[in-house]
């Protein structure tokens, strides 16, 4: 079996870090893409965090030196030419996707809300307006507290978190040079908000702009 | 390719801290840093799986896409590939 | 490799609701011990009900908002989803079992969080 951490036009795999269980990396090309995979005869694929932390760490070494569009973590084939199926028949879309998150990175930004009780309700639609109003307030805080970031990015992506939260969730695909002045506006923001809880982890792999174009 | 010693990129501990006058929080940033990358990678990320579509009350709602094992398989049926039974 | 990620520390972790069930919840193993399977089975079942209901539930908002719905449809969703969201509430309290529970390690398919 493989295990497939992503679909890239870096030509360079190698010289990098180990994947999951130490596994080699190794890369299967087509057309000028290439699909970046790691052998194993048994894998145990659980959320265990130090699995987590390699399919991360090469896929931030492949952005080092391409475009790279980050697989799912869990990602498994029966072999590397079921992967070069894959390139041949979706090569134009992965090469659509590739094009635009080129020499960008994904930061991440969650605001942390005050929370509000939904009341008792009567019936299924009631339900849904509240669902639905409890959403538009946590969108509304979204725009208003993180406008100011849109322009910084190429892209910007909502990310659900638990239903009923009250915690907003955005991931920004935002070129490499803006990445610390983006970071300096989060720190801007976060002391214009003092009654909010702002955070901004990355530079991820643009995890949020490759399946469907975004979220 | 040539078999090379396994090893780890530098790695961003070789970045300096955050510029913040605040101590860190180690534990504090250890669990967002990981939120956010489960986040990322249980929730986003190209997809190779599979069909499903998911229906309340006869109104479909979720269609997710299925390939990658099925259209290898279909792949090498069609290149004439023999596959073990 | 974790603390360099963090680019702007946040006040506390308000905004990351998932951080309390975290400890622990990670390495879960479904309970396959003979005693423990009615109840393991419980919590694989109640756990993927539970992640297909928070993924139906978000889709019937967007097609609300987007305004595809008829209102005949939006109240048998509506109920649909809160009798499911009392079933739940129903099977949890049966099987002892409680929203950390459910926060299973299902493999591939990632964590129900």
């Known amino acids: 079996m493989i295990y497939v951490y992503a679909i890239t036009d870096a030509m360079e795999v190698h010289d990098g870090p180990?994947?999951?269980?130490?596994?080699?990396?190794?890369?299967?090309?087509?057309?000028?893409?290439?699909?970046?995979?790691?052998?194993?005869?048994?894998?145990?694929?659980?959320?265990?965090p130090e699995l987590l932390w390699a399919h991360e760490r090469v896929v931030d070494h492949l952005?080092?030196?391409?475009?790279?569009?980050p697989l799912r973590f869990?990602?498994?084939?029966?072999?590397?030419?079921?992967?070069?199926?894959?390139l041949d028949e979706d090569g134009a879309r992965f090469r659509l996707l590739l094009s635009r998150v080129r020499g960008c990175v994904?930061?991440?930004?969650?605001?942390?809300?005050?929370?509000?009780?939904?009341?008792?309700?009567?019936?299924?639609?009631?339900?849904m307006r509240e669902r639905l109003a409890a959403r538009q307030r946590e969108e509304d805080a979204a725009d208003r507290v993180l406008a100011p970031l849109r322009p910084l990015a190429r892209a910007t992506a909502h990310r659900p978190v638990q239903a009923g939260n009250t915690t907003v969730s955005e991931s920004y695909l935002v070129p490499r040079g803006a990445v610390e002045p983006f970071a300096a506006e989060v720190r801007a923001?976060?002391?214009?908000?003092?009654?909010?809880?702002?955070?901004?982890?990355?530079?991820?792999?643009?995890?949020s702009f490759v399946d469907g174009g975004g979220r | 390719m040539s078999p090379h010693p396994r090893r780890t990129s530098p790695g961003p501990e070789?970045?300096?801290?955050?510029?913040?006058?605040?101590?860190?929080?180690?534990?504090?940033?250890?669990?967002?840093?990981?939120?956010?990358?489960?986040?990322?990678?249980?929730?986003?990320?190209?997809?190779?799986?599979?069909?499903?579509?998911?229906?309340?009350?006869?109104?479909?709602?979720?269609?997710?896409?299925?390939?990658?094992?099925?259209?290898?398989?279909a792949a090498a049926e069609r290149q004439g590939v023999p596959l073990p039974r | 490799m974790s603390f360099g990620k963090v680019l702007v520390e946040p006040r506390d972790d308000s905004a990351f609701p998932e951080r309390r069930p975290l400890d622990g919840a990670l390495s879960r193993r479904i309970n396959a011990d003979p005693e423990g399977v009615e109840k393991g089975l419980a919590q694989l079942v109640?756990?993927?009900?539970?992640?297909?209901?928070?993924?139906?539930?978000?889709?019937?908002?967007?097609?609300?908002?987007?305004?595809?719905?008829?209102?005949?449809?939006?109240?048998?969703?509506?109920?649909?989803?809160?009798?499911?969201?009392?079933?739940?509430?129903?099977?949890?309290?049966?099987?002892?079992?409680?929203?950390?529970?459910?926060?299973?390690?299902?493999?591939?398919?990632?964590?129900?969080?």
């Open chain 1, 106 to 127: 994904e930061l991440a930004v969650r605001v942390g809300l005050t929370s509000s009780e939904p009341g008792t309700l009567a019936g299924g639609r009631d339900y």
């Open chain 1, 18 to 48: 180990s994947g999951l269980d130490g596994g080699d990396v190794q890369a299967i090309e087509h057309e000028g893409i290439a699909g970046v995979f790691s052998t194993h005869d048994e894998l145990e694929v659980s959320s265990d």
């Open chain 1, 189 to 207: 923001l976060q002391a214009q908000n003092p009654g909010l809880s702002i955070s901004c982890t990355g530079p991820w792999g643009p995890y």
């Open chain 2, 14 to 73: 070789s970045r300096p801290p955050p510029r913040d006058s605040r101590p860190p929080s180690a534990r504090l940033q250890k669990d967002i840093a990981l939120i956010d990358l489960l986040d990322r990678l249980l929730d986003g990320g190209v997809v190779l799986a599979g069909d499903i579509t998911l229906a309340v009350a006869d109104v479909d709602l979720v269609y997710v896409g299925l390939r990658a094992l099925v259209s290898s398989v």
């Open chain 3, 46 to 113: 109640l756990t993927i009900v539970e992640l297909l209901r928070q993924l139906m539930e978000r889709q019937a908002l967007h097609r609300v908002q987007l305004g595809t719905l008829s209102e005949e449809e939006i109240e048998r969703m509506g109920e649909t989803f809160m009798a499911l969201a009392q079933r739940m509430d129903e099977l949890k309290e049966q099987f002892g079992l409680d929203d950390r529970d459910l926060n299973l390690d299902l493999g591939p398919l990632g964590t129900l969080l």
């Open chain 1, 74 to 86: 869990g990602s498994v084939l029966r072999d590397p030419e079921a992967l070069r199926v894959i």
């Open chain 1, 63 to 69: 952005m080092d030196h391409g475009a790279v569009l």
